[in-house]
């Protein structure tokens, strides 16, 4: 029996090995094929590997001395039988070890993550001035306070409702304001973005709490009532990503899943030109409850 139980507790490890070897190439860890779609997601992808790496290494080193353990513990014989128990009263120094070894690892990787982290979620770590550039590229006229954000998402039961600035009546894109204005253009679950550079969004809820999530970017940021966030990402490839809510907010959860578009600069201004044409009319929102005052 003893050789049962010592293969048993050692095939986990072997077949965790495996499993971590083979995965990456068949894309089992990640959505979007297992690689991801924006800079700052590769790097979040090399933080999951560096925990797995350690977790792994751990899982495999405990369950060798589980198998080691065993193996050296079992009784031979019947006569074993009658020798005396052994107790033992567990061992000090090894205890202090397996305290402090832990709390290194974890105090390491508290640090190393930390400049993912403020990139990620701190606003002065944002790439600002690359954002900058992608407002200057599409003709953005705005002033040095004016947001960086080229779009307002707001969660809501269950969709998204979305609110790009407009334009002037040169056609000169504006700049996102805080309230919504009369040249502002208006999309539900459809998101336009442009690709290649760091673009920002002003993420709101209307009512419960609701989850922001771009699963092939990497991207998932609560929308917390009464708070405006800003969420920066940068899509690697011009081309379509699913946009779903990550929080449970309701019986239609399952229902908001939106597509975020990611294109090339000129497409994206096309596209805001398109609701333009079809939202306006020289400046002043069209609709028929205007209309008929
Ligand atoms: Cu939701």
Redesign the pocket.
Known sequence: MKWFWCLFFCFWPILALVVCWVAPSYGWWFPGDGVAASPLGERIDDLFYMILAITTVTFVGTQIALGYVLFKGARRTDEDVNEKAWFSHGSHELEVIWSVVPAFILLFIALYQLQVWAEYRVKDSFPQDQMRAVLKRVGQMRSENDSLALAEVT?R??EWRIRYPGFDKEGNLLPLMPDPQPTDLYAVNDLHLPANAPVMINLKTQD?Q??FFLPELRVKQDAVPGLVIPVWFQANNAQEYPLL?A?L??WG?YK?KARFVAEPEDAFLNYLRELHAEQNYDGVRGGDDESEE
């Open positions: 969660a039961q269950f419960v609701h989850s809510c929080e907010c309701g959860h908001m």
